[in-house]
């Protein structure tokens, strides 16, 4: 063995090794208890970064210590290839999106190769790849056919830059400029996500998640529990009542305004004859949805001539036409409460709207003034016949007092239908066939797939001009038509992958028989960007594969039963990683300067995996000479090791070494994966080098250590095992038995004698000796016996005081 570590020739040689005995492959009919693990599958960006290098490192610690514990562990891999990130890259660099992507998976897939990562590489997964997409044609044709997709006209965030349709996200996180920005209504392609609402929100009780992320699936479906009020309309006006969705009937009467939204009814009609009140219509309806929902954006509007009445007080409130309006929600329309809703009080300040306290907290003066909005609930007051009731109340005594025609229960949600339609090349081609006569029209099932084709212009209008692509007969009544030439939203592509991994290889089903043994997945990781966007669909898409019947049954309600959002590695300044930081970290840099194992123990070292860490790079070095200077230990206690394995281990070094053990899997189940670095690969060092002379210390310490290192830093790990003598790869060897009370505490314990309240002697014996044995043992001591003999013992007892220390009594006639 070479005396000082080259970490190059041992990953090398580990690697081949794994190749070799084909260990990462997975066998379906494997007889072990499944477990399916997965990392989310990266967007090809080219090298991977810092941020790869932590997910897959995370989720593979996990994934080997689940093989070691007796699982047939699946952990596959792909690329999430197909989208505008892709294809504007390509376009600016100048090639093809597909041979863009061909080289960044290839240079990707050669790094986590090298990283050493368990990954059944038999079932990776490209969405670009006709394989793959050809399988999303049928799922969105059978959605099609029952109508959980539709084509209608929607509002749209249209980036003027790229001339797309963008998303709130990639605004929010500066992708795309707000000034870009333009509302458009265009047709689009939506599938029902609010239909599976109920089911998305219910079936967050069933998985075991992070809080955070649980909140922001809620907060993203924005399920509320209302009412539905009817305001009639006094004098002309187009329609008989204003009807409003409120979360608050409590404050029914401290109504001081009614709002409606640009595209409602009654400002359609109102501008139709007043070209300022048109002209402010036509703004209002580029509000961005997030400025609408802000409180701290100044609101606007302009009054109708329209008068409504309370139905509870009688009073006439004027209705207006404001800009926070969203005409997409709950009616279009609102009741204004200014002194119980943030955005009714600054618009009712910025025009002098009264401001009337109907809801008082604490029994306070109910005539107190307002200075601003007071959103707590409490107790009605200036109300009427609502006065003294609560939220509840205030509810029942409206039905009764209005009936269901004016007033009825209702719930708002914030959920929209997914539009998945990109006016780009680079995605799933639509199956769609637009003929003048019969309208839309899916592609039959026996002409799927739809194969994007490879030959392409740069620009939006790529497949639109496409002479072969974008004309074809139509498939019901065979006439000259157009076939759709939008493509499919990139994260329709990462709705399902998890379920096709189970049979990446069928090319006649879609998803087949396997699935019902590996799903539901047991642990997902990924970044927590995705907590709203792509596990709501991803959620949405295994409830529809599972009612159309695509799935085998006893698949489970949802994908992913637990979830582990890592933070972010952040630049060594401590800011987030970016390109125009100039602060990127490549794993390549790593890999090359300090090797596989380095790099993964770095980095699950850094800290808890839930948050975010800056780079540091002298902790690497650090981590490298760790290695280093474990490789030399190993070398130099090699024979101690090998003379060590007959031997029994010393009670104090075992109850020592349990102990870390025990943390260990502590740790693990805690998910504290940075702990089994410090806490548990050093603290096993330490107790191997500490005790030289225990050669039952070297065998059982390093036994354990490279159990441990296994997952974190595989490959001097599996040298290293096989190196000191130990039979097969480290990798298929068993993890420890959990560990029990008795393993944990001092072998023997301590007993003290006591003989009619006077103590007389003590004396150790083994920890689980039973009761019997001990009065035994304690009266055939000489100094006991001295006391008893010959006398009559009336009682004895042992009294355990913890596992260290107890008490023997006898008490004679
Ligand atoms: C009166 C009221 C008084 C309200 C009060 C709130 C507090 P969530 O919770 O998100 O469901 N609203 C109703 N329709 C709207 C629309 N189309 N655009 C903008 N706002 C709308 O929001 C429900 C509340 O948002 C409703 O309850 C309504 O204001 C407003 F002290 O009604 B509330
Ligand atoms: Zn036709």
Redesign the pocket.
């Known amino acids: 063995m070479d005396p000082k570590y080259g970490f190059n020739a041992v990953e090398r040689k580990i690697q081949q090794r794994w190749a070799k005995q084909d260990c990462f492959t997975v066998n379906d009919d494997d007889p072990r208890p499944k477990y399916y693990s997965l990392c989310m599958w990266p967007y090809p960006s080219g090298d991977l970064h810092v941020g790869h290098l932590r997910n897959y490192a995370i989720g593979d610690v996990w994934a080997r210590h689940k093989r070691m514990l007796g699982f047939n562990v699946l952990q596959p891999m792909g690329w999430d290839a197909f989208g505008k990130d892709a294809e504007l890259k390509a376009n600016k660099l100048g090639v093809h999106p597909a041979k863009w992507v061909k080289q960044n998976t290839a240079n990707m897939r050669r790094e986590l190769k090298e990283l050493g990562f368990m990954i059944d590489w038999n079932r990776e997964l490209n969405a670009s790849n006709l394989k793959y997409y050809r399988w999303e044609q049928l799922l969105f044709v059978r959605m099609w056919e029952q109508n959980l997709v539709y084509y209608e006209p929607t509002k749209v965030l249209w980036d003027k830059a790229t001339k797309t349709v963008t998303s709130r996200r990639d605004i929010d996180d500066g992708k795309v400029a707000k000034e870009d920005i333009e509302i458009k209504v265009m047709p689009a392609y939506l599938m029902r996500l609010r239909e599976y609402a109920n089911q998305l929100l219910d079936g967050l009780t069933q998985v075991n998640w992070p809080e955070k992320i649980i909140k922001d699936q809620q907060y993203l479906i924005?399920r509320?529990e209302?009412m539905t009020l009817h305001f009639a309309l006094v004098g002309n006006a187009p329609v008989d009542a204003l009807e409003?969705?409120?979360?608050?009937p409590d404050?029914i009467c401290g109504v001081t305004y009614m709002a409606v939204?640009a595209s409602h009814p009654l400002a359609q009609a109102a501008a139709s004859d007043n070209p300022k009140l048109a002209k402010f219509c036509t703004q209002c309806e580029q509000t961005l949805p997030m400025d609408?929902g802000n409180p701290h954006t100044e609101k606007q509007g302009m009054p109708l001539d329209f008068t409504v009445v309370n139905p509870v007080s009688g009073k006439h409130v004027p209705v207006w036409v404001a800009d926070?309006?969203?005409?997409d929600?709950?009616?279009?329309?609102?009741?204004g409460?200014p002194a119980?809703?943030e955005r009714?009080f600054k618009f009712a300040t910025r025009y002098q709207i009264p401001i009337i306290r109907v809801i008082n907290l604490d029994q306070q003066d109910p005539h107190r003034p307002i200075t601003q909005a007071e959103?707590s609930s409490g107790i009605a007051v200036n109300s009427g016949e609502l006065d003294g009731l609560d939220l509840k109340g205030c509810v029942s005594k409206l039905e009764e007092m209005l009936g269901p025609d004016k007033a009825r229960r209702d719930y708002?949600l914030?959920l929209r239908d997914w539009p998945i339609n990109r006016h780009m090349y680079w995605g799933t081609p639509i199956p769609i066939v637009i003929c003048s006569d019969c309208g839309r029209v899916p592609v039959p099932e026996h002409q799927l797939p739809v194969s994007l084709p490879n030959d392409f212009k740069h620009g939006p209008q790529a497949l639109a001009d496409h002479p072969d692509f974008a004309f074809c007969p139509c498939p019901r009544c065979g006439a000259k038509a157009r076939r759709e030439t939008d493509t499919m939203d990139t994260f329709v592509n990462s709705a399902w992958y998890f379920a096709r991994f189970t049979c990446p290889d069928n090319s006649t089903q879609m998803i087949d028989n396997r699935a019902k043994r590996w799903l539901p997945c047991d642990h997902y990781f990924g970044g927590d960007e995705h907590a709203q966007g792509h596990l709501v669909y991803a959620r949405f898409i295994h409830k529809v594969l599972r009612d159309l019947g695509l799935y085998p049954k006893g698949c489970g309600d949802e994908p992913f039963q637990a979830l582990l959002c890592q933070g972010m590695v952040l630049g060594a300044d401590g800011k987030k990683m970016s390109k125009s930081q100039d602060n990127t970290i490549m794993a390549k840099h790593i890999l090359d300067c300090y090797g596989a194992d380095t790099a993964r123990l770095y980095i699950i070292g850094m800290g808890n995996p839930k948050d975010a860490y800056p780079w540091n790079e002298e902790h690497v070095k650090d981590h490298a000479m760790f290695l280093q200077n474990l490789w030399q230990l190993a070398l130099k206690r090699r024979d101690q090791i090998a003379a060590g394995k007959e031997q029994k281990l010393a009670p104090e070094l075992q109850l020592n070494l349990n102990k870390i053990l025990n943390n260990i899997d502590r740790n693990l189940r805690d998910q504290h994966l940075n702990n089994l670095v410090f806490g548990g690969i050093h603290s096993i060092r330490n107790l191997i080098r500490d005790n030289a002379d225990s050669a039952a210390m070297q065998y059982q310490g390093f036994m354990h250590l490279l159990k441990v290192m296994n997952l974190i830093c595989p490959h001097i790990a599996e040298e290293l095992w096989q190196q000191l003598g130990f039979e097969g790869l480290v990798i298929d060897s068993a993890w420890w038995p959990a560990l029990t009370d008795a393993d944990l505490h001092s072998a023997t314990t301590v007993f003290v004698v006591q003989v009619n309240g006077k103590r007389r002697d003590q004396f150790e014996a083994p920890f689980d000796t039973d009761a019997t044995e001990l009065l035994e043992l304690a009266q055939q001591r000489p100094n006991i016996a001295r006391y008893i003999s010959g006398k009559q013992i009336a009682k004895s007892k042992v009294i355990r005081q913890g596992n260290s220390h107890g008490l023997i009594f006898f008490a004679l006639r």
């Open positions: 924005g509320s209302g409003v969705y409120t979360t608050r404050t939204a609408a926070y309006v969203v005409d929600y709950g009616s279009g329309a609102l009741m409460v119980h809703d009714d959103t708002g914030s």
